[in-house]
């Protein structure tokens, strides 16, 4: 089992930054995937960043240049720094890691983004 606790999340106006965090416990090193998902009322959860485990990254069109995503040494944390945000932006973000080819996700947390 692996359990995912996100963080970071609130409030900014448009054009400002956040950073998001999410650990994972109760798992070895065997995570590989770790990503982040976003989901806005009334709209299906987008991938929004992918750290495949294996030195790439992906990232959804509409974020491209102003998200990055990056893990760090010990590979139990996944962050999602976010730049000049815009309120489309808006939505309840969520961790997701993939162990053994079982999917994980986190509560989520939100990001509200002022215009």
């Known amino acids: 089992q692996v359990q995912l606790v996100e963080s970071g999340g609130g409030l900014v106006q448009a054009g400002g930054s956040m950073r998001l965090s999410c650990a994972a416990s109760g798992s070895d090193f065997s995570i590989s995937a770790m990503a982040w998902y976003r989901q806005a009322p009334g709209k299906q959860r987008e991938l929004v960043a992918l750290d495949t485990g294996r030195g790439t990254t992906n990232y959804a069109d509409s974020v491209k240049g102003r998200f990055t995503i990056s893990r760090d040494g010990a590979r139990n944390t996944v962050y999602l720094q976010m730049n000049s945000l815009k309120a489309e932006d808006t939505a309840r973000y969520y961790c997701?890691?993939?162990?053994?080819?079982?999917?994980?996700w986190g509560q989520g947390t939100q990001v509200t983004v002022s215009s």
């Open positions: 997701n890691a993939v162990k053994y080819a079982i999917t994980f």
